[in-house]
């Protein structure tokens, strides 16, 4: 049987004007867009996906203990300055993940969701899909690499808005 392997990539464009009151995080995503929106930088990440008959996992890996969201779950992401594209910078960190050359992986869009963070502010996430032939992962920086479903992602402590972006994305309560 033929294994079908795909990356589904998020970009998400932060916006540093929304102003929260209060302590505690919250994290709203919407399917629609919010009004007042201001991008000042951009974060990309990628959902991984394989696929073998109707069993889909993705890959998460978990951070390393002194880096930012430390031992929280990820899934592949990269930050980029204004001005710079974030379709490119994914491509390259998706390929360098895979063990791919660079410029052989091309991200196809496929959905848009809105997040307002009290802490992290207001950005978009723009999901984006790659269809691969072959799974290699090599990147000694995270503590560990697990494949799993989308709904047994949700168990794991994931980063910031990732919960509600697979919820929404895989159609989970």
Known sequence: MAKNYCVFVVIAYYFSQFKTEGGSMSIQVFTEEP???FSESTKGSCFLEIERGKRRKILLMHRLRHKGAGDQWCTPARKVSKGESIRPALEH????????KE???RIERVRTVYVVSTSLGCF???LYRLRLRRQVIQNPDYQAYEWVTPRQALSKNLVDELAECIKIFYKLS
């Open 35 to 37: 009004p007042s929106f």
């Open 93 to 100: 960190k998706v390929a360098d993940i895979l063990g791919s």
């Open 103 to 105: 410029g052989s992986v």
């Open 124 to 126: 978009e996430h723009k």
